[in-house]
């Protein structure tokens, strides 16, 4: 154990920046929100962030948009997810009139076409067809069945985003990112093998007790043992990383926290309030885990006891 985690003060100002950041993805677990708080705990300035569990690629995001890093590195393993983002950075407008024709073409007959399009997606793994189901689909949430096929259903109270925003949101993040972003399809391992001490990772994983990708070619369960080995491995090189890991709602954690021998700073998000009291009218706050490893630390000259000046949870 690290002893107690430290809480990120709640306030900051940072946050009035995160509107004008554009999200063409709509993803479940996006960190959309918290990414100007997580970074507030990166360097001014770094060669290369390597995002090596991108999905919609949040964080990414957000230090381009305030000029925190000169490349990029947006991994996933979802193949399709990868796919995607080659089509936002390098060709925008195509992906922009496709997205288009397809909300167009739903207009009238939104649950006949949404399943026709889902059934096109899982012939053909199309990452414009992706786009249009996270548009449409419940919480954003990529889901497939036992035999690799993308199940979620359609969320019947929205359209998804109209062709004017989502064609914004593409162009502003394909401006943030091209001519500077490596996007790769591997395993997260394969990404952080190539990394080194100039580069800062952020890592999202998969969350304790939820699998890996549910594809038909990409089945693994995330191994979590094996996680901690990497960090391990991180830590050796001298390597910046931080992780965003599970947390508590309450007094109830999820999750094992990282072990203390990986020498990390862990700080606790505050991430409002849970959905479940939401709807019950309870008052618990959710937080998030987010681990600094001891390069990082040292680059932001941050260590435990100043670390402290952040409340104890
Ligand atoms: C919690 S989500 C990341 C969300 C992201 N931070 C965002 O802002 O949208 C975890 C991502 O890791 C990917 N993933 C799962 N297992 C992986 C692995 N072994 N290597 C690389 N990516 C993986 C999933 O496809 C998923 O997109």
């Known amino acids: 154990m690290h002893g107690r985690p430290i809480t990120v003060p709640s306030s900051d100002a940072a946050l009035r920046f995160k509107a004008k950041i554009p999200h063409p993805i709509p993803y479940q677990g996006s960190k959309r929100r918290l990414a100007p708080r997580i970074l507030s705990f990166f360097p001014a300035h770094v060669d290369r962030l390597v995002e090596p569990f991108a999905g919609s690629a949040a964080v990414s995001l957000a230090v381009a948009y ?37 909300w167009q073409d739903q207009l009238g007959r939104r649950r006949q076409y949404y399943d026709a399009v889902r059934a096109r997606f899982n012939e053909t793994r199309s990452p414009d067809l992706l786009l249009y189901l996270l548009a449409r689909c419940v919480k954003g949430a990529v889901r497939y069945n036992a035999k690799g096929q993308f199940n979620n259903s359609p969320d019947n109270r929205r359209n998804g985003a109209t062709p004017r925003a989502m064609r914004r949101r593409i162009a502003g993040a394909s401006s943030l990112l091209s ?32 699998g890996g990708v549910k594809d038909s070619r990409y ?52 991430a409002g309030r849970s959905s479940q009291d939401t709807l019950t009218g309870g008052d618990r706050c959710t937080y998030e885990s987010l681990y600094l490893s001891p390069a990082l630390a040292e680059a932001i000259s941050l260590d435990r006891r100043t670390a402290i000046g952040y409340t104890l949870a």
């Open 179 to 210: 001519g500077r972003t490596r996007v790769d399809s591997s395993d997260y391992t394969t990404v952080v093998d190539r990394c080194g001490p100039s580069d800062l990772i952020y890592m999202d994983p998969p969350y304790q007790g939820v």
């Open 219 to 270: 089945a693994a369960k995330f191994d979590h043992g094996q996680f901690r080995d990497v960090l391990a491995g991180l830590n050796h090189r001298g390597c910046m990383f931080a992780v965003s890991y599970d947390g508590r709602t309450g007094s109830k954690t999820f999750g094992e926290p990282l072990p203390e021998r990986l020498r990390l700073i862990h700080l606790e998000i505050p």
């Open 66 to 102: 305030h000029g925190m890093a000169d490349r990029f590195v947006v991994n996933d393993a979802h193949e399709p997810i990868a796919d995607l983002w080659r089509e936002i950075i390098l060709r925008p407008e195509e992906l922009s009139e496709n997205y288009a024709t397809l």
